[in-house]
């Protein structure tokens, strides 16, 4: 069972900067697709951004291309998250998920598993 722990959420003004981690469990951190969504009060859950932890693929979505960037630390087993230039719009609670499909569909909800989430509230 892939188990997925998000943290780094928090409160910041416009213009600041947080780092999510996402931890994927022991023994089952592999050559996967990985992804950020992210889903605001009363909207739909969106993608943000991917990576396939067995290369160097990324994938963005429009709105945070330039400030955001994925990466990973394999020997951590975590995903993270640099999140820079944080708009009111970028508020959230921010999942992380394992098991996409990356390429031109990794920004579809077709994760298998799914994190609790952590919450980011940027404030104007």
């Known amino acids: 069972q892939v188990q997925l722990e998000e943290s780094g959420g928090g409160s910041v003004q416009t213009g600041g900067s947080l780092r999510l981690s996402c931890v994927v469990s022991?023994?089952?951190?592999?050559?996967?697709?990985m992804g950020w969504f992210r889903q605001a009060p009363g909207k739909e859950r969106e993608a943000v951004a991917a990576?396939?932890?067995?290369?160097?693929?990324?994938y963005y979505a429009n709105s945070v291309k330039g400030r955001f960037t994925i990466s990973q630390d394999s020997a951590k087993h975590t995903v993270y998250l640099q999140m820079n230039s944080l708009k009111p719009e970028d508020t959230g609670m921010y999942y992380c998920?394992?098991?996409?499909?990356?390429?031109?569909?990794?920004?579809?909800?077709?994760?298998?598993?799914w994190g609790q989430g952590t919450q980011v509230t940027v404030s104007s």
């Open positions: 990576i396939y932890t067995g290369g160097t693929s990324t």
């Open positions: 022991e023994n089952t951190y592999r050559s996967t697709c």
């Open positions: 998920a394992a098991d996409g499909q990356c390429g031109g569909g990794w920004w579809r909800l077709l994760y298998k598993h």
